[in-house]
Structure formats: structure tokens, C-alpha cells
T-cell receptor, first 114, second 110 residues
Framework: SAVISQKPSRDICQRGTSLTIQCQVDSQVTMMFWYRQQPGQSLTLIATANQGSEATYESGFVIDKFPISRPNLTFSTLTVSNMSPEDSSIYLC???????????FGPGTRLTVL | KNEVEQSPQNLTAQEGEFITINCSYSVGISALHWLQQHPGGGIVSLFMLSSGKKKHGRLIATINIQEKHSSLHITASHPRDSAVYICAVRSNFGNEKLTFGTGTRLTIIP
């Protein structure tokens, strides 16, 4: 299994500011993802965080709004830039861990934008 | 039509009841996950299935690949089982992306 921690666990931010969310895994993993869960909705994949190269973004998500870093196989950050109230969501980090390729999720970061 | 559909959307039951949550999907898959999300937002992976049946404590998950259907059962339900249960499938196209159902909100009344 993989144990994932996220910081911060929650935050309340002002419109127009940016927030960086950290994801730390207790083991080296190849596949790492960032998801968003808007209120009352299911999870939506934002991007795949690639180690040593640019993240792969899903349709509707762009690097300028959600820059992602992945400096090594255990750590990634997601920044939510120029926030608006529509960005209020839970942001979750997820990894696929060996040997069974099971997917694990972090505790989430609950973001409220005023 | 969503690729992954769950039923029921909401379920309220008395403590001790046997619970069944269903998941149907329309694509070929390499694996199916059952996830649990508590009100705080964190998600716990309960099971990953590609065939047959798995059991962990009071939880049982089954999958029928031919019928594209999976069920999650909870025996002797308890108020602490109250959560949203999410079915997610990984397609067999070779990537690791998951497609999620909309979730089943389970409330167990003492």
C-alpha cells in the first residue's frame, strides 16, 4: 500500500490569490494524479504529474491555472492560481502503487475561496 | 449515459441491516475499485477487483465481468459505516485513469 499526506488539509482564501498544495507519498511511485471534487460532484481528473517533465492535463484544465511540479517519485505540488469562488473544491492527490497497481488517495485539501 | 452507474444514490438503513450497493459499467475494464469517502473528504480504497470476490472484515465485494456489474455488501452495518461509497473503473486501454460513479450516500441509523 501507499500512505499519502497532503498539506494543507483545508484553507480559506481570497479571490485572486494562489494556493499551493503539497502531496507526499511514503514510497516511490510512478503514477501520481491530481483530482478535483466540486461540492456534490464526483471526482474529476485534473492532470497526471510526471516526474521530471511537464504534467499531462485533462481537457478543461490548463497549466497556467493549475501548475504542477513533480521533482521526484515521492512528492508533487499543485497550485491553484488566481482563485475564484468556482475553485472551491476538495483537491485530492492519488497514486498507483506496486505491485498490484492499486490506486490510493490522499486525505484531500478542502479549499474555500471567498 | 454515464460509463459507470451506481444504485441506489442514497440509502438509509437501521444498524445491523445487510447493505448492498450496485455498480454497472459499460466499458471493458482491467480493474474495478470500491472507495469510501467520509464527510471530511478523504478517500479510502476498500477493494480493487478484476474477477470474483474479495472479503475484508464485514465488507464483501463481487464482480461479474461478463455482466459488467459489481456489488459491495456490508454485513451487520454500523453507524460508522455511514459514508459515500464510490465505484471506479480502470479501462483496459492501457492507461491508469479511473472513471468514477457518482457515489452512493449510505446512512446507518443507530
Amino acid at each position: 500500500s501507499a500512505v499519502i499526506s497532503q498539506k494543507p488539509s483545508r484553507d480559506i482564501c481570497q479571490r485572486g490569490t494562489s494556493l499551493t498544495i503539497q502531496c507526499q507519498v511514503d514510497s516511490q511511485v510512478t503514477m501520481m494524479f491530481w483530482y478535483r471534487q466540486q461540492p456534490g460532484q464526483s471526482l474529476t481528473l485534473i492532470a497526471t504529474a510526471n516526474q521530471g517533465s511537464e504534467a499531462t492535463y485533462e481537457s478543461g484544465f490548463v497549466i497556467d491555472k493549475f501548475p504542477i511540479s513533480r521533482p521526484n517519485l515521492t512528492f508533487s505540488t499543485l497550485t491553484v492560481s488566481n482563485m475564484s469562488p468556482e475553485d472551491s473544491s476538495i483537491y485530492l492527490c492519488s497514486v498507483v502503487a506496486s505491485p498490484n497497481n492499486e490506486q490510493f488517495f490522499g486525505p484531500g485539501t478542502r479549499l474555500t475561496v471567498l | 449515459k454515464n460509463e459507470v452507474e451506481q444504485s441506489p444514490q442514497n440509502l438509509t438503513a437501521q444498524e445491523g441491516e445487510f447493505i448492498t450497493i450496485n455498480c454497472s459499467y459499460s466499458v471493458g475494464i482491467s480493474a474495478l475499485h470500491w472507495l469510501q469517502q467520509h464527510p471530511g473528504g478523504g478517500i479510502v480504497s476498500l477493494f480493487m477487483l478484476s474477477s470474483g470476490k474479495k472479503k475484508h472484515g464485514r465488507l464483501i465485494a463481487t464482480i461479474n465481468i461478463q455482466e459488467k456489474h459489481s456489488s459491495l455488501h456490508i454485513t451487520a452495518s454500523h453507524p460508522r459505516d455511514s459514508a459515500v461509497y464510490i465505484c471506479a473503473v480502470r479501462s483496459n486501454f492501457g492507461n491508469e485513469k479511473l472513471t468514477f460513479g457518482t457515489g452512493t450516500r449510505l446512512t446507518i441509523i443507530p
